[in-house]
């Protein structure tokens, strides 16, 4: 049995893509503008073996290329033809039709290179900023005053008790322990330098 799903957005209006679909109104599914696509939700459940869902282009149907193959995998699973009616594409049923393979796979290799891609430049950008001094992660709770209070604490017994310690300065037992280390650290450099 063919279905139809629209997504209607303010560039592309509801009339045209009926016509173009050309499916009856009780199998036609209509979103709005809507994050989470109720409509598309109830057609998914909807439709099983030898089913045809009809769209009017790719980027009615999903939103992203992620979204897109998610969806695609999906219908191929439950034995759905996926025809998108302006690419003039069909997604067959079978998983073993090399078309419907080749497409899907395209597109998860287009989603792992844009991933790789994002996560280079985020890296890039951490160690640009790193390099200029700006200081990563939450903010400090706790104050300078603070912080020289554990410092001095340590300087005069490394080994002193570091929950005593945080119940004294107020600085969390795991901020203690970090000032420590990075103290020991320091002295250590200045003893080989």
């Known amino acids: 049995m063919e279905y139809g799903y ?23 599914y209509i979103d709005s503008v809507s994050v989470e696509r109720p409509q598309l939700r109830r057609l998914l459940l909807q439709v099983g073996q030898g089913d045809v869902v009809l769209v009017r282009s790719m980027d009615r149907l999903a939103t992203n290329l992620k979204d897109l193959a998610s969806l695609c995998t999906t219908l191929q699973h439950k034995g759905v033809e996926v025809r998108f009616v302006k690419e003039k594409l069909t997604l067959a049923a079978a998983t073993d039709d090399p078309t419907t393979t080749l497409f899907v796979r395209s597109v998860n290799a287009m989603i792992a290179w844009d991933r790789a891609l994002r ?21 400090t709770s706790i104050t300078e005053h603070q912080r020289e209070m554990v410092r001095n604490a340590f300087r005069k017994d490394m080994a002193c008790n570091v929950a005593q310690l945080s119940r004294e300065t107020g600085v969390p037992p795991s901020s203690c322990r970090d000032i420590r280390k990075r103290l020991a650290e320091a002295m250590e450099k200045q003893t080989k330098g």
């Open 119 to 139: 996560h280079e430049r985020q890296a890039e950008g951490f160690a640009q900023a790193k390099r200029a001094g700006v200081r990563m992660g939450r903010p």
């Open 6 to 28: 629209i997504r209607v957005s303010a560039d592309v209006d509801e009339a045209s893509q009926r016509m173009e679909l050309n499916v009856p109104e009780d199998r036609l």
